[in-house]
């Protein structure tokens, strides 16, 4: 591959940024930022803050989305450190850690700037406030890598430990962890909202289900040291980045490898960038160089040598660059190999060996193409032959043939003996149901019987009819229930139309029930799903849509007799009237009232708390959220005690309390490293006390001071 085009630096980039069409940022080991001009590869400014980072294969820099504050380390490495870009103030710090700092990073809202540790701790500091806001739970190793999913909510965290934590902003609560490697978990990136790619220290690539916690995929034949991760999703592409200066390709949906040697350099990718705009991918390596690919490089002279039909020198352009087999051109070439390939059948059909060689042999030049063109014509050898004993009624001889050739089940001939034998075979049914005419079935049905495939079926009749004759009744007295449970236990029924109009039928009767509810029938929908509960393929989705339209009536009345605790009930169990105009409302509101209490908790102020949640305290489904707000506002508490350098027994007792009202929480756990440093003396030890659990704490539990 050969870049559009590049520049170097004296020290490595080891962050890109697409800010805007114009301006590209960047910023080296050096930590020397610059707003690089996006065409020109030169600097429209310059910021330079000299902190050194002898390390950088995690991530030790990070911006917000518009890069106003950026996030890194310390000259040290013993802080995290949050500055103001253009004015290079240092508006926040977390020295937390009992260790290094391993990596930082910004949430993709600009909400926190996140502090990860050698000691397998995760911070999170608010930008606004510039106070600690939130501790996520502590790995048993190094914290190597973050990463957010796309709406902010999730983060995942990457630990030497081997395992890899999922938590939610959002909820505030962790949201389960992810278990499968066997070395220790380097680097983590979203692929979308649902699937997170992993790689290990053994070079190991598992992609997961953030919503099962189970693997879904693995990305195979790394075998290097994954330096950087980059997702093109237009596209479609995931790259890596390697120690030994590899840029390999995988497919974003099937996880499979395109290319180990997209593009090789004779130093490490340090940092990779995708300009989804103009399906461009930036590379910055260990030596200080920045280059820029264009992905599909040779797309037009691609089409240029498909319209000429040079088909081998189209190849040897797709073995340089293998993305250009996702181009329209190559989609194009596909399309006129499969037209070829219908007339070439078409002619064969006809028994025109001639003519069929003649479509095919423009693609001669291709090696695949011509064996299997040439393949395809020894195959219609016995056509003929076929053509014969399907004339002469000689059935069994003619699927035995297609059997052995199985490109004849593709002919219109063959399709038109299947579609004779399901009429037979259905009047064969027709005829067993009436004990007088059961000897027409046989005879009927004789010429199948040297058919492997159709003796099964026609045994399967046989012996089954009493089975089938109260599958036929079940249907006709809409006794579906049971018409399932004999498909169940008889899988055999699934062959009879019976079965694929019962289908049919509950889908139309989907259909239908949907219909009226976007028209605003719910009554009548109802009386439908109620059916539908029946059918096992609707049966969930059903039980699921009845209860949210009874819960919505539920919610409407509720809204009408102003009765908000049972709305808020109600709208926290139905995610479905979260999206009406009286829910979205209901939800703004408890949003708004929530990052108030949230500010009161963060400021000590128990009142403004109290009286902020003063109209949800009975409503059940908030309980959690009501307890996360106490639990901080007393963690507050805590810690400003503990600042204030308060009467060793009185912090001592407020630990008791919380232990006692919310559990052995993190954050606990995070505060009593801060009151063993403060009160050397003190004996108090956790393990020692009696603990609650928050998932039990009720609003009737709340105190204003925990001391």
Known sequence: MTPLKKSSFDEAIIFLKILNSQTLLTADAFTTIRYLDKEKLVAKDEIKMAILHTRYATKVIDFTSGADYFATLSHDAREAKLFATKSRKNIASLDRHQGEVACVSIDPKDRYMFSCGDDGGVFGVDIQTKKLALTLPRHLDIVNDIAFSSDGDIVATASYDKNISLFSLSLMLPKGKLKQHSAPVLKVAFLDQEHLLSIDKKSQGFIWNINTLKVVGKLHDIHDDVTQITIAHKNGFIFLGTKLGYVLVYDLYSYKLISRRYIKFEHAVTALCFDEQKNQLLVATEDGALLVYDIFANEDELAKLIKEKKYAQMLQEIEQNPLLKYTQASKDFDALWEKALYYA???????????????????????????????????????????????????????????MHPIYKETKVYKALEAQWEKTFALAKKYLLDAKMSAMAQEILMPYRGISEKTVLIQELVLNIHVYRRFRTSIAQQEFKLSFELVKQNPFLKEYPEYKALVHYSDSLYMKA????????????????????????????????????????????AIEM???????????????????????????????????????????????????????????????????????????????????????????????????????????????????????????????????????WRPSMAVETIL
């Open 345 to 403: 059948k078409e002619f064969l059909e006809r028994n025109d060996k001639t003519n069929a060689l003649k479509v095919l042999e423009g693609f001669n030049s291709i090696s695949s193409k011509r064996q299997f063109g040439q393949k395809l014509v020894q195959e219609y050898a016995e056509y003929d032959k076929f053509l014969m004993f399907v004339k002469n009624k000689k059935i069994s001889l003619a699927y035995n043939l297609a059997n």
């Open 562 to 696: 102003q009765n908000t605790i049972g709305a808020y009930n109600l709208l926290d169990a139905s995610p479905a009237l979260q999206n009406t105009q009286d829910g979205k409302k209901l939800q703004a509101a408890w949003e708004e009232d929530f990052d108030k209490a949230y500010d009161y908790a963060l400021k000590s102020d128990a009142e403004g708390l109290k009286t902020t949640l003063q109209n949800y305290m009975k409503v059940r489904s908030k309980n959690t959220d009501i307890a996360d707000l106490f639990s901080l506002l007393h963690i507050t508490q805590l810690k400003d005690a503990i600042y204030q350098h308060t009467e060793q027994k009185i912090v001592e007792n407020g630990i008791k309390n919380y232990l006692l009202y919310y559990g052995l929480s993190q954050e606990i756990k995070e505060l009593f490293f801060l009151f063993q440093a403060n009160y050397p003396e003190s004996k108090l030890t956790l393990e020692a006390q009696v603990c609650g659990d928050r998932e039990r």
């Open 514 to 557: 949907q219909t009226l509810l976007s028209n605003g029938d719910t009554h009548a929908a109802v009386k439908i799903f109620r059916i539908l509960l029946d059918f096992d393929d609707f049966k969930e989705e059903a039980k699921e849509i009845i209860t949210d339209i009874e819960n919505q009536h539920k919610f409407f009345h």
